[in-house]
């Protein structure tokens, strides 16, 4: 006897000792975490709920108030809170954010509010932890509770949010709660629990509209508690067939009016007309209907990010690879193991009211459109941690095997390593599996990794770095100045516009520190801001959740930037000087499609180059071919609009080519060209506004009804403004007689400058009844106005063209 009672007395200390450390990491790990993103508008909300049971903010505000107002209660003790009336924006019921940043975010005593609501989300998560306890207790035993309690407590999710003013802790313990409550209900019926069993299930439904699929879990529940025998938590055994019909239809009519005086109770019994649907009558808790009808309409247009791909709406696998990235790698371990040990004891049925729930929740919200954030699973959570205790009873009881037990060991070791290890940063806590915490940006975002919770961490790094000043973009409305950041504003949650200071594209020297979720461009209007820094190294990350990055005075900066205008300029000059940063850029404008440019070759530049033109297979992969891609635009399918190319100018870059030449006078035939004298060697030099300087013919062997490139390599000696010249090639036969005709110049002279380099493509397009035999190319610089030719070689007096070949033709390949 005395043994079982100091098991017993071992096992509750052993509860306690973990709920005490639990409290300790939260409440620890609170105190290092500025407010989050949402934490603002549940304060405020539950404060002015709870002053003056107004649902005046309900049509933007969207949530019910239960988990609001508990969180907000303590603050109806301190006289030095304002009441509603006196804040800024209170009389402002379409517009809530004024109200709610006056109250909150921009006010010197939010880390007090913060605090005192933190508090109060801590103290549901001890309730919850104590109740996994004590389920799995009753289900599998004592070590099996301890380990769930265990794997509660010290789960990094549970830590994240039961340390938040957020309803997600409050509707995990409701959700507990009712499955708890119910099974019991089952069991051994009574109208006590009947009634407990509907206010719990109104309240579920005050914290958190998702806990509304605790009704189809609860009703399956029941369905298979009349239909199924042989089972502790089923009513078969305590009533006949036929009665049972009728006492539960009679307990589902008094649960159902139980909830909804709860329900209508926690919208200060409302009565008014629906604004979202018509209906003629006025009814309770019109906004539990507006609710649900605009959050639907809110979850099919939200942006989601999952492994560096976006999408609008949601996607069926989110939260299995939010569960598979988030989740511990051990639990998962023990999960699979959990599992295996139900279906090979049989004991599916038995545990329905541990797994349905999470099941039909997980089920529905992959089919559903909102793809948020793991924080969404959490009321599955706990039940998950029963579901795997029943592993300590099985290993408990009846493994033997030495080994098993070893790594049940290591894997529970392993499990408090990971979640000690990750304190205080437990909302950017990721697996192994998706890289670790330091790579979660890539992998989720928003309440997965980044909810704006790291000023105060930033702060203390400006501190240990001796940093005056940062740039800084948060996904917060928490006025950095109240933690003593100083700041130049980058585009954030609050105004997430581009300042004019800011060059996207080009960013000045300086310290700048980006949240993940704006880094990766969620919820910007422009979600390639800083694609810019994403392709940079970072110095530093701050909780994980926000990356440092220094940059340095360029030491050679770019000269010039050329723009492909086709199929249209990516952006306006005024857009560019602002983008980059320099109304100095020299600007130079070509068809990407059909030429190529290399202004100046002296200094670095820049290609700002559309996406479509770079589709179409023309210079762009060549001209592209060494230079480094520093920033690409993308829109919210996922694809590319334009990018930005960075090149280097090089000493070995080298576009003439010795390749053999005659420069003839117009008119010249082959014949007479080839009897003139010896051929020219590439490049030429010519007084006119360019000379060639190499070519390239696309193939060997050409075939008539082919259309074939020939490329022309330019070197311009200046620009050109009182004529417009273009470049001409004819495909000729021996006796002069043109075949076909690729005159073209899509870089205009007008912009050249000394030492520019232009490569021209030509298409030729072979007739089918071209006969066999030997081709020639001449090509040369004419004014498209007047047809003049210019000269092309200062060694040849009145040499206007320039022949090149012989190219074969044959109707064999």
């Known amino acids: 006897m005395s043994s079982t ?3 017993r007395a071992a096992y509750r200390w052993g509860v306690l000792l973990l709920l005490m450390l639990f409290f300790g990491l939260s409440l620890s790990s609170a105190r290092r975490k500025s407010p989050t993103v949402d934490e603002g508008g549940k304060l405020a909300m539950g404060y002015g709920f709870l002053r003056t049971f107004d649902l005046r903010f309900q049509a933007l505000h969207k949530h019910p108030r239960l988990a609001e107002a508990w969180a907000a209660l303590p603050l109806l003790a301190d006289p030095r809170v304002p009441a509603p009336a006196d804040v800024p924006g209170w009389d402002e019921p379409q517009d809530y954010f004024d109200y709610v940043v006056n109250f909150y975010y921009h006010n010197p005593d939010v880390a007090r509010y913060t605090f005192v609501g933190r508090v109060q989300t801590v103290l549901l998560g001890l309730v919850a932890g104590a109740l996994v306890f004590r389920w799995a207790a009753e289900q599998f035993g004592r070590p099996a509770g301890l380990l769930a309690c265990f794997l509660y407590t010290l789960s990094p999710n549970i830590l994240a949010n039961a340390q938040l003013v957020t309803n997600d802790m409050a509707a995990a313990l409701m959700c507990l709660a009712v ?10 019926p ?10 719990l299930l109104g309240a579920a439904l005050l914290t958190k509209y998702s806990t509304a699929l605790l009704l189809p879990a609860a009703g399956l529940l029941v369905l298979c508690g009349i239909g199924v025998r042989s089972q502790p938590w089923t009513l078969w055994p305590h009533l006949g067939r036929w009665r049972v019909l009728l006492r539960v239809a009679a307990a589902g009519a008094a649960v159902l009016a139980v909830v909804f005086i709860v329900v209508w109770a926690g919208f200060a019994f409302e009565v008014r007309q629906p604004q979202t649907i018509a209906l003629p009558i006025r009814v309770p808790a019109a906004s539990l209907i507006d609710d649900f009808v605009r959050l639907r309409q809110f979850d099919v247009s939200r942006p989601a990010f999952l492994l560096s791909q976006w999408w609008l709406g949601g996607r069926w696998y989110y939260y299995l690879a939010t569960f598979l990235f988030k989740t511990p790698v051990p639990a998962l371990v023990l999960f699979l193991a959990a599992v295996v040990v139900m279906i090979h004891r049989r004991r599916t049925v038995e545990q329905m009211p541990l797994w ?9 919200s992959m089919a559903g459109g909102r793809n948020t954030g793991h924080r969404y699973m959490l009321p599955a959570l706990p039940c998950l941690c029963i579901l795997v205790s029943q592993v300590a009873a ?19 070791g392993g499990y408090a390593l990971v979640s000690l290890v990750t304190w205080p940063n437990y909302l950017a806590y990721f697996n192994l599996l998706a890289g670790g915490p330091s790579r979660g940006y890539r992998v989720l975002l928003d309440s997965n990794l980044d909810w704006g919770q790291d000023l105060i961490q930033l702060q203390r790094y400006m501190e240990r770095e001796k940093l005056d000043e940062v740039w800084l973009s948060q996904f917060c409305l928490t006025d950095p100045t109240l933690y003593g950041i100083r700041y130049r504003k980058l585009p954030d949650w609050e105004d997430p516009s581009i300042p004019s200071d800011f060059h996207y594209l080009n960013p000045g020297p300086g310290v700048y520190v980006v949240g993940a979720t704006f880094l990766q461009g969620l919820y910007l209007p422009n979600i390639s801001t800083f694609d810019w820094f994403q392709r940079q190294e970072a110095v530093d990350q701050i909780g994980y959740s926000m990356l440092v990055y220094r940059v340095e005075p360029d030491p050679a900066p ?37 030429s190529w440019v290399v202004p100046g070759r002296t200094s670095p530049g820049w290609y700002l180059v559309p996406a479509l033109a770079e589709e179409q297979q023309g210079l762009a992969d060549e001209g592209l071919a060494t230079a480094r891609l520093e920033f690409e635009q993308r829109d919210y399918d996922d694809e590319r609009v334009f990018a930005v190319y960075r090149v280097q100018p090089s000493s070995d870059l080298d576009y003439s080519q010795s390749q053999a030449v005659w420069t003839v006078a117009a008119g010249t035939q082959p014949d007479q060209a080839m009897a003139t004298g010896a051929p020219q060697r590439l490049p030429l030099d010519a007084e006119a506004p360019a000379a060639l300087v190499g070519y390239q013919i696309s193939e060997d062997a050409w075939q008539p009804g082919q259309t074939v490139a020939v490329d022309t390599i330019w070197r311009a000696n200046a620009p050109v403004t009182s004529t417009v010249p273009s470049i001409f090639l004819h495909l000729i036969d021996d006796a002069g007689a043109v075949w076909s005709v690729g005159d073209a110049l899509d870089c205009p002279a007008v912009q050249w400058a000394a030492g520019d380099i232009i490569i021209q493509r030509h298409s030729l397009e072979l007739a089918a009844e071209m006969p066999e035999g030997e081709y020639w190319l001449a090509t040369g610089l004419y004014d498209a106005v007047s047809g003049m030719r210019y000269p092309v070689d200062t060694s040849a007096t009145g040499a206007d063209t320039i022949w090149f070949g012989p190219q074969g033709i044959s109707r064999e390949p």
Do not use: N
């Open 5 to 7: 009672r100091a098991m």
């Open 179 to 188: 499955m708890y409550v119910l099974q019991r209900l089952l069991r051994r």
């Open 190 to 199: 009574s109208l006590a629990r009947t009634a407990l069993f509907g206010a």
């Open 356 to 364: 349905l729930f999470p099941v039909v929740y997980i089920a529905f």
């Open 394 to 412: 099985y290993i408990y009881r009846r493994v033997r095997l030495s080994w098993l037990r070893a790594g049940f060991v290591v894997a529970i």
């Open 558 to 594: 770019p000269g010039w930037l050329a723009v492909c205008y086709a199929p249209d300029s990516p952006l306006s000059p005024d857009e560019i000087a602002a983008a980059f940063g320099r109304s100095d850029l020299r600007l130079v404008y070509f068809d990407c499609r059909s």
